[in-house]
């Protein structure tokens, strides 16, 4: 989903967020949707009909596969909160990935995911592109969520991350006419041509 942060170029700070040392527990008292990067507040913009398309094409690929793996598929508006525990109100970092993959069924709550998925999808937009590929791609390494994919509705390709020995490691950009193969699921296999070729 398209967001925007109260302190992005041109932006203005407003009496509500007079800082960027946000915390959840703030977060649950604010209206509308939100993101919490670093204490920074992101809000949340409607997406484009290609944004929703590709997740909608996305999800249902994944969803296919990960249910015979015994994980949840979920997609935007979804919490994922990087905690041990909702507990923990001083937490600065809550997101709302575009496709969350998690295996982990503890993790899950009525809140969201606490922890990191193990698999998570963005969708680049132009108000997007540069937190996806920069704030959020340092967090997602931090918080060692395995298997990050980018997807470039622009060039049509897919960009895909896996975490080892404490970095992410670039498998390889997948273009429309490319079958993507997960980095941790090797039989995990998606025709992007389905994907793109309706847009």
Known sequence: METKSKWSEGAVKTPEFPNHNYTYE???????????????????????????????????????????????????????????????KSVKNVVQPDISVICDREKITEKGCVGAPDLIVEVLSPSTALKDRNEKYKLYQRFEVKEYWMVDPLHRTIEVYGWHNGVYEKREVFGEQDVL???????????????????
């Open 181 to 199: 193969v997960s980095f941790l699921h090797p039989d995990l296999r998606i025709c992007l041509k389905d994907v793109f070729q309706r847009l």
């Open 26 to 88: 703030d977060y649950l008292k604010w209206d509308g949707q939100w993101e919490l990067i670093d204490g920074v507040p992101y809000s949340m913009a409607s997406s484009s009909f290609t944004h929703q398309y590709i997740i909608g094409e996305l999800y249902a690929a994944l969803r296919d596969y990960f249910q015979q793996q015994g994980c949840i598929v979920v997609m935007v508006p979804f919490d994922v909160i990087f905690a041990s525990n909702l507990d923990d």
